[in-house]
């Protein structure tokens, strides 16, 4: 049903899920002797982050964060706004930020900056997609799972008007569903 809404599959399934087992093992040498506090972006970071500690083989600590880009489209200033903020304290913490996408980078430049702030012992960033052509402000993330090229993607936590976030694979819209 979901799928004919979908022009090309980006990134399957399988893909997914392999490239998960990649990042979690990569993730379990890093935190062996450590505690992280591995935060999730709401709402897109879900599914990935769901599948993602499963394979981190290390104790962590979960919590959530909702950022909303704040302002209008008139003014791009980057300024987000916490719609749910963390139950734990992140000082002295080695935080890990769990993301479903980096595009113009403000997200996780605010969030970055919040948690130095707050002070923070160490602050890694994982995401599963990064558009580096999005990029409007300097942040790299730490791992990395796809590159993807300047499209309309969704699917895997992804979302377009709140849909397709559930969605198994990463897929790119086809263009009569969002321009009319
Ligand atoms: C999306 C995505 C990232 C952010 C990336 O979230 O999940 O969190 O945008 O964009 P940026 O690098 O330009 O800041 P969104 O704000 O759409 O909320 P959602 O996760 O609830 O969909
Ligand atoms: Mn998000
Ligand atoms: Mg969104």
Same mark, same amino acid.
């Given at each position: 049903?979901?799928? *004919?809404?979908?022009?090309?599959?980006?990134?399957t399934?399988? !893909?997914?899920q392999?490239?998960v087992?990649e990042?979690?093992?990569? /993730?379990?040498?890093?935190?062996?002797? !450590? @505690?992280?506090?591995a935060i999730g972006?709401?709402? +897109?970071?879900?599914?990935?982050?769901?599948?993602?500690i499963?394979r981190?083989? #290390?104790?962590?600590?979960?919590?959530f964060?909702? %950022?909303s $880009?704040? +302002?209008?489209a008139?003014? =791009? =200033?980057?300024e987000v706004k916490?719609?749910?903020?963390l139950?734990?304290?992140?000082?002295?913490?080695?935080? /890990?930020i769990?993301?479903?996408?980096?595009? $113009?980078? !403000?997200?996780?430049?605010? /969030?970055?900056?919040? @948690?130095?702030?707050?002070?923070?012992?160490?602050i *890694?960033?994982?995401?599963l997609?990064d558009?580096?052509?999005?990029?409007?402000?300097? &942040?790299?993330a730490?791992?990395? +799972? @796809?590159i993807?090229?300047d #499209?309309? %993607?969704?699917?895997?936590? /992804?979302?377009?008007?709140e *849909?397709?976030?559930?969605?198994?694979?990463?897929?790119? &819209?086809? !263009?009569?569903?969002? $321009?009319?």
């Amino acid at each position: 049903m979901l799928q *004919k809404d979908i022009e090309e599959i980006l990134i399957t399934e399988e !893909k997914i899920q392999e490239k998960v087992a990649e990042l979690g093992a990569t /993730l379990t040498a890093d935190y062996q002797d !450590k @505690f992280p506090l591995a935060i999730g972006v709401l709402k +897109g970071a879900l599914p990935f982050m769901s599948d993602l500690i499963k394979r981190v083989d #290390a104790y962590i600590e979960l919590d959530f964060m909702d %950022v909303s $880009s704040y +302002g209008n489209a008139t003014v =791009s =200033s980057g300024e987000v706004k916490i719609v749910k903020d963390l139950n734990t304290s992140v000082e002295g913490r080695d935080v /890990l930020i769990i993301e479903d996408i980096i595009d $113009s980078g !403000k997200t996780l430049n605010y /969030l970055v900056e919040l @948690f130095k702030y707050r002070k923070a012992k160490s602050i *890694k960033i994982v995401t599963l997609l990064d558009k580096p052509t999005g990029r409007k402000v300097d &942040l790299k993330a730490d791992y990395v +799972g @796809f590159i993807v090229p300047d #499209a309309f %993607v969704v699917g895997y936590g /992804l979302d377009y008007a709140e *849909k397709y976030r559930n969605l198994p694979y990463i897929g790119v &819209l086809k !263009k009569e569903i969002y $321009s009319f």
